[in-house]
Nanobody
Framework: QVQLVESGGGSVQAGGSLRLCCTVYGYCTSSRFSMGWFRQAPGKAREGVATIDTAGATVYADTVKGRFTISTDNDMNTVYLQMDNLEPEDTWMYYC???????????????WGKGTLVTISS
């Protein structure tokens, strides 16, 4: 059974930083795949934040370019999201996901974590 476990959420003031981590358990493949971060606020659609694939290629949402950085360990068992210069608008529940394609479209992701809350105060 595939499990994605997130950690690192919390509360910081605007301008601060947080680092999210997501570790994958039970996923074994020799094929190319991607891992990414998505976020969702109550009553809003889930949106893609950043995704990275096994070749190291990344894609970012325009709203986080230059502020967030996605990375992984060598085996791509853990994916990180370094979030700098955080804004109150970054207050969302953040979810880790795994899928076949390097995409910001959540419908193409196959496995999901339970989420970690990020709260930014002004």
């Amino acid at each position: 059974q595939v499990q994605l476990v997130e950690s690192g959420g919390g509360s910081v003031q605007a301008g601060g930083s947080l680092r999210l981590c997501c570790t994958v358990y039970g996923y074994c493949t020799s094929s190319r795949f991607s891992m990414g971060w998505f976020r969702q606020a109550p009553g809003k659609a889930r949106e893609g934040v950043a995704t990275i694939d096994t070749a190291g290629a990344t894609v970012y949402a325009d709203t986080v370019k230059g502020r967030f950085t996605i990375s992984t360990d060598n085996d791509m068992n853990t994916v990180y999201l370094q979030m700098d210069n955080l804004e109150p608008e970054d207050t969302w529940m953040y979810y880790c996901a795994l899928g076949t394609y390097r995409t910001l479209l959540h419908r193409y992701m196959d496995y999901w974590g339970k989420g970690t809350l990020v709260t930014i105060s002004s």
